[in-house]
């Protein structure tokens, strides 16, 4: 267990709909990353942020967005779902300076 | 822009035996880092090593170690006495050095994966 956790675990919808996925990084944790792990794509870094403020932006596409609370859980989300965002997406969190990521278990979003 | 090729698909070794999955990188930074994350049918993101590149000597954990290769941009992972268990997907990933907050605190750019099947 690494100590992330993400929710909901499976997410099945339908193309036009919007969802949110959320993550609680561990403990003590600043930083969060989401990556997007699809059969095409492969594993991709979306978005960062910092202690709720963005950091760094990837290939994220404009219908998705992310925020960062003040209790430091991330939130993705995901609109106008297309065929092709059907995908396991992860959540990592980090200390800063430290060189390890953790990750969540990941949410399987499936688009019917 | 960074890059990681991982030129090698899929692979089979015996259990028991040894096996080294390849990787490459590409890029002009001088202070990074490298991982390879296993990945195995739970899905699970597991970290197996990690290597900076300032350090010269070869990381090692257990039954894994790296071949660092800094001039060749080179950074294998070696599997010895495999086991069952060691069945996944491995990935290798770069880092870049965060100079804002120092250590590690950036993205991770990911290889495309190699698959390895443990026989018995």
């Known amino acids: 267990d690494s100590g992330v956790t993400q929710t909901p675990k499976h997410l099945i919808t339908a193309t036009g709909q919007r969802v949110t996925l959320r993550c609680s990084p561990r403990?003590?944790?600043?930083?969060v990353y989401w990556y997007q792990q699809s059969l095409d794509q492969g594993l991709q870094f979306l978005i960062q942020?910092?202690?709720?403020?963005?950091?760094a932006k990837g290939n994220i596409l404009e219908r998705f967005s992310a925020q960062q609370f003040p209790d430091l859980h991330s939130e993705l989300n995901l609109s106008s779902l297309e065929l092709g965002d059907s995908a396991l997406y992860f959540c990592a969190s980090s200390e800063a300076g430290y060189n390890e990521q953790f990750f969540g278990p990941g949410t399987r979003l499936t688009v019917l | 822009a960074q890059t990681v090729t991982q030129s090698q698909p899929e692979m089979s070794v015996q259990e028991a035996e040894t096996v080294t999955l390849s990787c490459t990188y590409d890029?002009?930074?001088?202070?990074?880092?490298l991982f390879w994350y296993k990945q195995p049918p739970s899905r699970q993101m597991i970290l197996v090593i990690r290597q900076e590149a300032y350090k010269q000597q070869n990381a090692t954990e257990n039954r894994f170690s790296v071949n660092f290769q800094k001039a060749a941009k080179s950074f294998s992972l070696k599997i010895s006495d495999s086991q069952l268990g060691d069945t996944a997907m491995y990935f290798c990933?770069?880092?870049?050095?965060?100079?804002?907050?120092?250590?590690?605190?950036?993205?991770?750019?990911f290889g495309t994966g190699t698959l390895l099947a443990v026989q018995p």
């Open positions: 990933a770069f880092m870049k050095h965060d100079l804002v907050y120092g250590g590690a605190t950036n993205k991770l750019i």
């Open positions: 403990s003590g944790d600043l930083s």
């Open positions: 942020y910092y202690n709720g403020e963005e950091r």
């Open positions: 890029t002009s930074e001088s202070n990074y880092y």
